[in-house]
């Protein structure tokens, strides 16, 4: 199997070298460029078309999102992993609505992030364990939507609740599988369908819950 | 240790920047006048057409009215740009005719108040409507300096038609004094001398009090420019004091990881709770925060991570107050048995019951060989919970890590 191509996005040189390094130890995955701001992200994307960037959503010039935003409004095969110290709810669903195919936390270990890479390249979601609780919190705080909602997108199903919560405590995805007594395969499909509900929701409470709180 | 002092109190604007300030701002659209009517309808949450009833009606008491209006106008600042909703043509035809009733409820008045009063009406009306104009400029002058972020002079960066208007509006409160002091120019010149100098004085008074006000509003602004400078020396001395310290630690004990990372985590933490952390007073009060202090010293104590979601979050009552600590021991648990560098908890706040779980992938044990005596899980946890009405599962084999999943229903009222 060919390797992913990754394209690294942080303003921070010395994590850029640090998550390289950590990277080029994998053979499902080669580093094939890096950036340090928004306009070399764009450029370096543009230019290289890797299949996965691993982006940093706290950059100066408008930070992951906004290469997110000029990116894919030019049609792009490539995937968006991003990557964060923050947990900071409004920064977690900010980037995910923009785009992201998942959301990943900076102390993740080296080997989990190869995992994510490769899981987000084939398409699939990743969540971390706060994003999970944070889309639970969002999606079951209030019932109110702003007119005009589309009622599918704007509630979980019982089963993606499920996942969602295992994801939340803990479980990687081969557990969850054997927890709910599905394949993989499926719960792969939950997580998706759930990345795409907190995408396109125009639930007025996904924004507004995640401004108000402001909470690690 | 290293702490933080509690962070300033402006520190978390942005956490409060929900909370809206209901002051009283004058409108800087759909105004007729001063925009005062406007900002008491704003602030009573009434129709605008209501107060400007209510002035025209105060124009009957001589004077009152007007000079209300007037202070209102001085005293209240100016709303931001972008601020308050659009008049109809309907509503702003509507104030005009009110207006209109009002000169005309006020001149009637005087008049009737007969005698001396009602030959002075003409001159007043005549001051009061240049010192309308005047104002107004001011206003938009404000408006000017505001949008072009300039410190500009009296008038501004300003066309002609300004320096038109201030000088029409000047020219009316003149000729106002003039014909009152003609009106009451007596045969003693020292009684006339004396009255041209306080007309004099009014005058300039009527015609530079907007300037007054603003020079006391950039003063305002300029304190709080201060205090904005004041609490960036006051986050520098926080980082000082507290990150730059930890960090000189670390750079002591490169060859102890464990030591490096517990005071990485400790002082991630701290860091954290300073920057997004919840108000002041708000400790130990509600789950999320309860957790997270157990966490934390759960992280110092054993040099592990604490990996912890909560969704929903409640105050901690007397039923909860068992659970958290239950929680916090299945955590030193898997601490000091599973030999992981890392615990997830996740707990959850539904409406009729609190579940917490707390897992790691380690160790792992048999449930049924542990010996009576071992307190920690038989006592402290199991104990704890069953007093309480709250349940406890544990999930656990050799190898296959453990998860201890603790549930207690919520009470009555704290759930109504």
């Known amino acids: ?216 | 240790m290293l702490r933080f002092p509690p962070p300033p109190s402006n520190a978390r604007q942005p956490v409060q920047s929900t909370v809206t300030y209901t002051r009283l701002q004058r409108r800087r659209s759909n105004r007729i006048l001063g925009g005062v009517a406007g900002a008491i309808a704003d602030q009573l949450n009434l129709d605008v057409v209501w107060v400007r009833c209510a002035f025209t009606v105060l124009a009957a008491l001589p004077g009152i009215g007007v000079i209300t209006y007037g202070l209102l106008w001085l005293l209240v600042p100016q709303a931001p740009a972008g601020v308050g909703g659009r008049d109809t043509g309907k509503q702003r035809q509507q104030s005009l005719i009110l207006l209109v009733i009002g000169i005309g409820i006020g001149s009637l008045a005087v008049m009737f108040a007969g005698g001396t009063a009602s030959w002075i009406m003409l001159p007043i009306a005549i001051l009061v409507v240049g010192a309308a104009v005047v104002w107004r400029e001011a206003d938009s002058t404000q408006r000017r300096r505001w949008r072009d972020g300039a410190k500009a002079g009296l008038v501004g960066p300003a066309g002609w038609h300004t320096y038109v208007r201030i000088g029409v509006g000047a020219a009316l409160v003149i000729i106002g004094l003039v014909l009152l002091l003609l009106g009451s120019a007596g045969a003693n010149p020292l009684q006339t001398g004396l009255l041209a100098a306080l007309a004099t004085l009014v005058g300039a008074g009527v015609l530079t009090v907007p300037w007054w006000v603003r020079l006391v509003g950039d003063l305002d602004n300029e304190r709080a420019e201060r205090i904005r400078v004041q609490e960036r020396a006051d986050i520098a001395a926080h980082l000082h004091d507290s990150v730059l310290q930890t960090l000189a630690l670390i750079q002591k004990n490169p060859d102890q990881p464990r030591e490096v990372s517990r005071l990485a985590r400790s002082q991630e933490r701290q860091l954290r709770a300073w920057l997004y952390g919840q108000k002041e007073g708000m400790e130990n009060s509600t789950l999320s925060t309860l957790l997270a202090v157990s966490a934390g010293e759960v992280e110092d104590t054993f040099a592990i991570r604490v990996q912890q979601v909560v969704v929903g979050d409640c105050p901690v009552d007397d039923k909860l107050m068992p659970l958290a600590a239950a929680a916090r021991e299945a955590m030193v648990n898997a601490a000091k048995h599973a030999g992981v560098q890392e615990i997830s908890v996740y707990a959850e706040v539904e409406p009729d019951q609190v579940s917490i779980f707390v897992r790691d992938r380690g160790a792992g044990f048999d449930p049924d060989a542990v010996p009576e005596d071992r307190h920690g899980v038989a006592d402290s946890i199991k104990g704890r919970m069953t007093r309480h009405g709250g349940k406890v599962r544990i999930k656990t084999a050799p190898g296959e890590g453990t998860e201890v999943a603790l549930h207690m229903p919520r009470t009555k009222e704290a759930t109504s």
Not at chain 1, 142 to 157: I, N
Not at chain 1, 174 to 197: G, N, P, Q, W
């Open chain 1, 1 to 216: 199997m060919e390797p992913v191509k990754v394209f690294l996005v942080d303003d921070h040189a010395l994590f850029r070298t640090g998550v390289r390094a950590e990277l080029d130890g994998a053979e499902e995955i080669t580093v094939i460029g890096e950036a340090g701001s928004v306009a070399e992200a764009v450029a370096g994307i543009r230019h290289f078309a890797p299949d996965v960037v691993l982006l940093d959503v706290h950059m100066p010039d408008g930070g992951g999102a906004e290469v997110l935003r000029q990116i894919r409004s030019t049609d792009s095969q490539t995937t968006f992993l991003a990557l964060s110290v923050s947990d900071d709810a409004e920064d977690v669903i900010q980037v995910i609505r923009a785009g992201a195919r998942g959301y990943v936390t900076k102390t993740i270990s080296g080997r989990e992030l190869v995992e994510a890479i490769q899981r987000v390249s084939e398409g699939d979601a990743v969540f971390s364990p706060r994003l999970a609780g944070f889309v639970l919190d969002a999606f079951s705080s209030g019932k109110a939507t702003v007119g005009g909602g589309d009622p599918e997108v704007d509630s979980l199903t019982p089963r993606e609740r499920d996942v969602l919560r295992l994801l939340a405590r803990g479980y990687a995805y081969k557990e969850i599988a054997s927890e709910l007594f599905i394949s993989v395969k499926t719960v792969e499909t939950h997580v998706s369908s759930v990345l795409r509900k907190t995408q396109m929701s125009n639930r007025y409470e996904l924004s507004r819950w995640a401004a108000d709180r402001r909470l690690v």
